[in-house]
DNA sequence: AAACAAACCTGTGCGC
DNA sequence: TGCGCACAGGTTTGTT
């Protein structure tokens, strides 16, 4: 579900929340969302260890201890981290519990019905080893900024259908689904366009479109869509769903061209909305 | 190399 | 009202 404007809005969250205070006791129910390393290692790893700072890069949430060890939080498609204060009854699908030091008292949930997310504690000397996916991700384009020089080099080093480049972590880090929809439309690019042969004009159409939609939505703290499953660390919804032009349309008027119906297809199980008047 | 399909899970919404 | 199926924001793995 998150995509990079929704976890950029939890590490704001996070940041503003977290940041300076030490864990002083650490649950973890589910052990699948510790796979990666083990319960006892995330407790270990935890426990009386202080938040130093909250970073991002693409959809994984970075946080350096004082410890010298570093947490990664993974939301994939149903996570969510939650701050409440210590003893408010916990959502179902609460599996990792953090207790916050000092006033008012409270804890950092990580909930997470479908269990795809993760938790984890490394070194970030070892990182090669224990998280190798963070050294092969790709440009963070608010993170790390992305002209539109470096993303035309990007569109030409492959031949792949636009729409699979865009949603490639090791390409372009952050960029899922709903973004990738709502930028290619706004750029007036079909889905399925190889990403070598767009022209010089589409290039910077689409690269204005993706930093002006991540912008846009990130200023909107995020998507949330009808299942209300994405929420902020407070449970705030987002509202950038009110200006989707595409995701979640399918059937309905192009509010671009006000003359086509936006269209759905399943393109490698995605499902993919275009306006097949406006995108060419 | 590129493009799918399936896998990992649970919840929800829809058609019958 | 109840049941079964399709589908969902992500990512990895295996197969054409």
Known sequence: ????PEVETVRRGLQAQVVGRRITRVEVGRERTV??????????????????????????????????EELMM????????????AGTPRPAHTHVVMHLAGEPAQELWFVDPR???EVVVFDPVNVAVELPELAKMGVDPIADGLSRAQFAGLLRSRS????????????????????????LHLAGVRWDRPSDVVTPREITRLHAAIMSVLGEAIE?????????????VDGEA?????????????????????????????????????CPRCQK
């Not at 579900?1 to 990079?4: G, N, T, V």
């Not at 909107?220 to 902020?232: E, F, M």
């Open 1 to 4: 579900m998150p995509e990079l």
């Open 238 to 274: 987002g509202w950038f769903q009110l200006h989707h032009r595409v995701y979640d349309r399918a059937g309905q008027r192009c509010l671009t061209c006000g003359k086509a119906d936006i269209v759905k297809v399943a393109v490698a199980g995605r499902g993919t909305h275009f």
């Open 160 to 183: 792949r259908q636009i729409k699979a480049l865009l949603l490639d972590q090791h390409v372009i880090a952050g960029i899922g689904n709903i973004y990738c929809d709502e930028s």
């Open 115 to 117: 269990t795809f997310g």
């Open 35 to 68: 796979r990666r390393t083990s319960r006892q290692a995330v407790i270990d790893g935890l426990t009386g260890a202080t938040i130093v700072c909250v970073n991002r890069r693409g959809k994984y949430l970075l946080c350096p201890l004082d410890t010298g």
């Open 74 to 85: 993974h939301l994939r498609m149903s996570g969510r981290l939650l701050v409440a204060a």
């Open 220 to 232: 909107a703290g995020g998507s949330t869509l009808a299942d209300t499953q994405y929420v902020g």
